[in-house]
């Protein structure tokens, strides 16, 4: 009976010579050493075969195959699989290198669990000429996930930082549950959608050491060199590659045996819903919630019985019920991580930031990160810090957190604590985030009291002192005497036209040059958050910059005090 290593190592190969030795070499100094590598080279015309040959003839455990012509990545991806054998399959990039316990770090991962799948690690991105850092994938965990919340979960990481979470595909995967999900298809995205269907056969693990780096670009540096790599000639294939892999994505969802039918629709919805929101302008994304929220209400008829029914992901009760999921921190923390690695790398280190992350409410994460870039930007400036609108004082929270350590600097929070007031004209429903039909409808929504604000901001320890509650509707107590003589920063979640006239109207002489504030809602939930900016960058253009988030980040304007146009940071 011949002898089959615990784990079968495919390397695909086109014209490989700068970096193969790298890559062989870190593979063959692994601290575990049980198993064989299997070379499969797409009729390379460099020196790659010669020196395939070398090191298969110093180490039995490598075998080298070579095509007769370039079959395309897809092609050969899965050939290794097929030549390979062992419990457990590890695809390994010709150009990336492994920490010497790469393997038996990922090897223990899958073996403490029977339920996970895949195991990968942190890895490294460089630039192959120059070696610079690009940025850290902190790749994807989806332990402790049912099936339907690791497919959200992982196409939530893809959609948040594209370049992330690649690397988890170049893991150690369970040979068993990837035949299931195998073969790759050729087209770009194609790792996604293998991802997204191995999602639901089990759990992911990222192991968080960096033990592995990869070098950015070649092949993955646009969807033309993915393209010819894999030779796609499609042009639907090219051009539309988030289309096809959405399309392909509810293929995965509809043939899975891992969802009862009800999930799949749901998922189906979530996943369509979720596609049109990151890769189309908001008015399409908007329109799709409109029309779909017409078969949404018939079908929840019909889904009663079978107790299911669709939810909107970004309505408070579907944000609630994530929240109170602890589970999610894991996901909280992967884009913290992301956030901090790629866009906000300035931003302070703080250690009690992603608890308070998770128990956001209204806000979305990517506009948290944001706040707390923009807060950073401006808190030793003069002045202190503020947020017009309150409601459960999540936001605050966060922010009082990031301001504790700054002892001259006071937290202003302004609410009525009797929630949104009747809005006025200019506010003409958007988005009706809680389905109530109506803008009227959300005159007294959104109150808390004040005591359970004061108990969240007490959570913190941030001193009763420096915590200044203005409550009372901001017409009247913009009026009074309890008020900031100077604003370093300040975030305006009132919602409606005319109180955000009030706090950017005072903001506007109480602002340090050089403060920034952030205007949640920027078209979005009530056409009047926008007018009131829009009118106010109009009247001020000559002291405020605006800069607005990519679509991704949420729907929020950040105005910055005394930036010329076209001559600050963005
Ligand atoms: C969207 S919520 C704020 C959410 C909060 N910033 C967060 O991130 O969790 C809007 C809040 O603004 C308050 N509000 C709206 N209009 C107001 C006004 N004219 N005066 C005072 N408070 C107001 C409401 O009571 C409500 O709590």
């Known amino acids: 009976m011949s002898y089959e290593p615990l784990i079968g190592i495919g390397m695909p190969v086109y014209n490989g010579e700068r970096h193969i030795r790298q890559a062989l070499d870190s593979l063959l100094a692994q601290d575990y050493g049980d198993f064989e590598l299997v070379i499969s080279d797409n009729a390379s015309t460099d020196e790659t075969q010669q020196i395939c040959l070398e090191y298969a003839e110093r180490d039995k455990r490598i075998r080298y195959y070579r095509n007769e012509r370039n079959m395309g990545i897809a092609w050969n991806f899965n050939r290794v699989f097929e030549l390979s054998s062992g419990e457990y399959f590890m695809s390994a990039c010709h150009d990336d290198w492994w920490a010497p316990n790469y393997l038996s770090s990922c090897l223990e991962a899958l073996s403490s669990s029977e339920s996970i799948v895949l195991a990968g690690t942190m890895c490294k991105s460089i630039a192959p000429e120059t ?44 040979r068993d549950a990837l035949r299931k999900v195998m073969p790759l298809k050729n087209m770009i995205g194609t790792d996604h959608v293998l991802l997204a269907e191995l999602s639901l056969q089990g759990e992911f693990i990222t192991i968080q050491e960096n033990l592995m780096t990869k070098r950015y670009g070649g092949t993955s540096a646009s969807h033309k060199n993915v393209a010819h790599a894999l030779s796609v000639t499609n042009p639907m294939l090219i051009r539309c590659p988030y289309f096809v892999r959405e399309v392909l994505m509810q293929k995965v969802i509809f043939q899975t045996d891992k969802l009862a039918l009800p999930e799949k629709v749901t998922l189906s919805y979530w996943s369509l819903n979720n596609y049109i929101k990151v890769h189309f302008i908001p008015p399409l994304h908007r329109r799709f919630q409109t029309i779909s929220r017409l078969p949404a209400k018939m079908v929840n008829k019909l889904l009663k019985p079978l107790g299911v029914k669709f939810t909107r992901i970004c309505s408070q009760s579907a944000r609630q019920d994530v929240v109170k999921l602890s589970k999610y921190k894991e996901l909280i923390r992967q884009f913290h991580g992301c956030f901090t690695d790629s ?13 308070l992350l998770v128990k956001l409410l209204g806000t979305g994460i990517g506009e948290a990160m944001y706040i707390l870039a923009f807060l950073h930007q401006s808190i030793k400036l003069d002045g202190d810090v503020c947020e017009f609108g309150v409601a459960q004082g999540a936001t605050s929270a966060l922010l009082a957190n990031e301001v504790l350590s700054f002892d001259n600097k006071c937290l202003w929070l302004f609410d009525s604590f009797e929630g949104l007031p009747k809005p006025s004209s200019k506010d003409k429903l958007i988005d009706d985030i809680f389905n109530l039909g109506s803008i009227e409808a959300y005159q007294g929504r959104m109150c808390c009291p004040v005591e359970s604000v004061k108990s969240r901001i007490s959570e913190i320890s941030f001193p009763t002192s420096r915590l200044k509650i203005v409550q009372g509707f901001i017409e009247e107590t913009i009026t009074g005497d309890l008020l900031p003589g100077k604003v370093c920063f ?81």
């Open 131 to 174: 070696g610079k850092l690009l940025l850290i994938d902190h790749g994807v965990s989806t332990i402790g996930l049912k099936a339907r919340e690791r497919f959200k979960h992982y196409k939530l990481m893809l959609h948040c930082g594209k370049k992330n979470v690649g690397s988890i595909f170049c893991g150690v995967y369970k």
């Open 343 to 355: 866009f906000f790398c300035d931003l302070p280190i703080n250690k009690n930031r992603c608890d």
């Open 490 to 570: 300040a975030y305006v979640d009132f919602d409606f036209y005319q109180p955000i006239l009030t706090a950017l109207n005072f903001l506007s002489e109480h602002l340090s040059v050089g403060g920034s504030v952030i205007v949640d809602d920027y078209g979005f939930f009530s056409s009047g958050a926008k007018t009131v900016v829009d009118e106010f960058m109009a009247a001020h253009s000559h002291d405020f910059k605006m800069i607005l988030p990519p679509d991704w980040a949420g729907h929020f304007a950040i105005l910055v005090k005394g930036s010329r146009p076209n001559n600050g940071s963005s």
